[in-house]
């Protein structure tokens, strides 16, 4: 079985995260999100085994499909993944992650979301290594770096989260191979820079960053500027 349109990714994406949206019209939400330029929507799917919360699951993410062509980020925190990824793929899932802590055969469960015609990647804990990546960066479209640990918005982003993305990156390109590497949690506009310039191109950040149009093209300008080595002014 195939499904689900992926839409060419930008080179630099925002992903808001619907983990902040209100939740009893989320079709509006997506569409205000449409309309702020952004291009990708990240569901934060837990199952309060993995990720310690209950949020959205696969029967909401499909009911929202159609009312929206936002590129869908869909990252599970969800014990043993492999159970849903048909079922997230007929949601209509754009990108499907796994986490890399969450199940035993890693490398065949992201064959198999590709195989399915989404994207895959890969999600490690702020406490996970690289290293866990060495066998299947051929295998990925992404790899989010968790900047905190899964459960909860509003979390404060670890500082240690620079350094692991520093040496992702060097470990990228020493293989050669350009997946998107997004970073998860405790984001906003001040961190955009420096983020950015240690090798991020896709950041979650909080809907409510992102819900006025001047607050987007403001984001937008910063990671611009940083893309540039340019001063940034907020
Ligand atoms: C943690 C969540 C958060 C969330 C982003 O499980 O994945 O990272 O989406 O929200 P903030 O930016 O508020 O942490
Ligand atoms: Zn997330």
Known sequence: MTCSTATAPAPFILSPSLLSADCGRLADELQSLERTGTTWAHWDVMDEQFGPNITFGQHVIKR???????????????????????????????????????????????????????????????????????????????????????????????PSTYRKLRELRAMLRQRGVTPHIEVDGGVDVGKTPELIAAGANALVCVYGLCSAADRAARFQGCAAAARQGQTITL
């Open 64 to 158: 929202l499909r159609p009312a929206s062509s936002l590129f869908f980020d869909v990252h599970l925190m969800i014990r043993e993944p492999e159970r849903y990824l048909d079922d997230f793929c007929e949601a209509g899932a754009n990108m499907l992650v796994v986490h890399a802590e969450a199940t035993l055969h890693l490398q065949r469960v992201l064959a198999r979301i590709r195989q399915l015609g989404m994207q895959a990647g890969v999600a490690l804990n702020p406490a996970t290594p690289l290293n866990v990546l060495e066998y299947v960066l051929d295998d990925v479209d992404m790899v989010l770096l968790m900047s905190v640990n899964p459960g909860f918005g509003g979390q404060s982003f670890l």
